[in-house]
């Protein structure tokens, strides 16, 4: 079993739809990030987050440590959202990855 | 905002040849960096942690002698893939993870800004 899951591994949307992406991981942590990846493979880090909730413009991501579960919502979403979406959990800066989420908004 | 550059961005070379990577942090300095791979359709893996002015410290699983880590300074690290063969042809990626300074005390952070990737092809 991976330490850190994520679900679903694929998801297609229409514009607009409201979408959630999963993850679960069985670790302690001190944090947990949310990555984009692009087709072109640069990565981007979303959010950094240790309780509660984060939000910024249409994304917002949530977690709870009790559950050891963290989600990322995006409304509003739009084709430019597609993109690869990763969970990774740290333990003071060394991250463990999941193995990634491809979403596509389709217009 | 933080920004950390790779340089190259992509590199074709021929298997045997040494390939060198760097990775700087533009506009903060960082304690630490790291140092992924990425294979086709697959997650990031971590291959080590580089520390300004010590060793680094390799994954379990990764040659240290073909994948030579330096950092020199707090803002650049660099891969070097000695003796490169087809199965090194992979994306790697760098991280860095900023100091904050607050009064005469420094920390590190979890936080990690990312690079954006050096797409290597060994032929």
């Known amino acids: 079993k991976n330490e850190v899951e994520q679900s679903p591994q694929n998801l297609t949307a229409q514009e607009g739809e409201f979408i959630t992406i999963n993850c679960s991981y069985s670790v302690g942590i001190s944090a947990l990030h949310w990555l984009q990846q692009h087709p072109g493979g640069g990565i981007v880090s979303l959010f950094m987050?240790?309780?509660g909730k984060k939000k910024h413009g249409r994304l917002i991501a949530t977690i709870n440590i009790q559950e050891k579960h963290s989600s990322l919502h995006i409304t509003a979403s739009h084709p430019r959202d597609s993109a690869v979406y990763i969970c990774a959990v740290g333990f003071f800066s060394r991250l463990t990855f999941g193995e990634g989420t491809q979403l596509t908004v389709n217009p | 905002g933080a920004v950390v550059s790779q340089h190259p961005s992509w590199v074709i070379c021929k298997s045997g040849t040494s390939v060198k990577i760097e990775c700087r942090s533009l506009d903060f300095q960082a304690t630490t960096m790291f140092w992924y791979r990425q294979f086709p359709k697959q997650s990031l893996m971590l291959m080590a942690t580089?520390?300004?002015?010590?060793?680094?410290?390799?994954e379990q699983g990764v040659e240290k002698d073909k994948f030579l880590i330096n950092h020199a300074s707090l803002t650049l690290s660099t891969l070097t893939v000695t003796s490169a063969h087809p199965e090194d042809s992979s994306f790697y990626i760098c991280?860095?993870?900023?100091?904050?300074?607050?009064?005469?005390?420094?920390?590190?952070?979890?936080?990690?800004?990312f690079g954006p990737g050096t797409r290597l092809t060994v032929l």
């Open positions: 987050l240790s309780s």
């Open positions: 991280s860095a993870r900023p100091i904050v300074a607050s009064g005469s005390r420094v920390f590190g952070t979890d936080t990690q800004y």
């Open positions: 580089s520390n300004e002015g010590s060793k680094a410290t390799y």
